[in-house]
């Protein structure tokens, strides 16, 4: 009696543990899931993964003196919170998190939906107060992101990203390069160094002319990777 007993709990473990959420079939095959909000959260099929709304106030507060500082620049009412799926390199979906400038949430819905559907592979993307609002460490982690209000590094120009308005996509695969004037690179990262000859193979690599660049062309973004004066490769601007 009490093996079967045994047996029986074993039994109803096994089954608790095989059908426990956090995983998703997506197509045939079964794939590993994962959210910004953590575990417990359902992912929407890709009819339903890509949303827009005006800034929740759990997400505002996130944001307070992180991404989000006092300013004269923009509102919160500028701003929209949006959720979009992605698929990371080895197929795995997730539901990321991005704050954008509601001039173009619209753009963004339609470019990351069609990056997903096209499995572009994009590994992380959830808000940069999950990084301190730290550009650095955020680039480290490989984390996409948008809104973070901030001058542009090393300088006293607004960056659009404080408007909302440029995307770095998987950026330390794509680094900011800037050479100084005794020759030698700034990198953005600084642990993107491998990543600085654009003729090596790695994954994460944004080239000229595939999808992401001509998708986000297409929708009147520069992109960063364009640029002579220094190369930008993660940065897609408005
Ligand atoms: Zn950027």
Redesign the pocket.
């Known amino acids: 009696m009490r093996l079967t007993g045994a047996l029986l709990i074993c039994a109803l473990i096994l089954a608790f543990t095989s059908c426990r959420p956090g995983r998703n079939a997506v197509g045939q095959q079964e794939v590993a899931v994962s959210t910004a909000a953590g575990g417990g959260e359902e992912i929407p099929d890709a009819e339903q993964g890509f949303t827009s709304q005006p800034i929740p106030d759990d997400v505002w507060q996130r944001m307070q003196g992180l991404s989000w500082k006092d300013n004269d620049d923009i509102s919160r009412e500028d701003l929209r919170y949006l959720r979009m799926l992605h698929k990371d390199a080895e197929g795995r979906v997730h539901n990321g998190e991005m704050v954008c400038n509601k001039a173009i949430a619209e753009d963004l819905l339609e470019i990351f939906k069609a990056l997903y559907e096209a499995s572009y592979p994009i590994e992380r993307m959830v808000l940069p107060d999950e990084y301190g609002a730290e550009d650095e460490v955020q680039m480290r982690a490989n984390n996409t992101s948008c809104f973070l209000y901030r001058r542009i590094s090393g300088s006293a120009k607004l960056?659009?990203?404080a408007l909302g308005m440029?995307?770095?996509i998987n950026?330390l695969y794509n680094p900011?390069v800037k050479q100084r004037k005794d020759g030698t690179l700034f990198i953005q990262p600084e642990t993107a160094a491998p990543y600085c000859d654009r003729s090596a193979e790695f994954p994460y690599k944004i080239v000229e002319g595939d999808l992401a660049c001509r998708l986000f062309a297409a929708h009147g973004f520069e992109w960063?990777g364009a640029w002579t004066s220094l190369k930008?490769y993660?940065?897609?601007?408005r």
């Open positions: 960056s659009r990203h440029a995307v770095d950026p900011y960063g930008d993660q940065h897609f601007e």
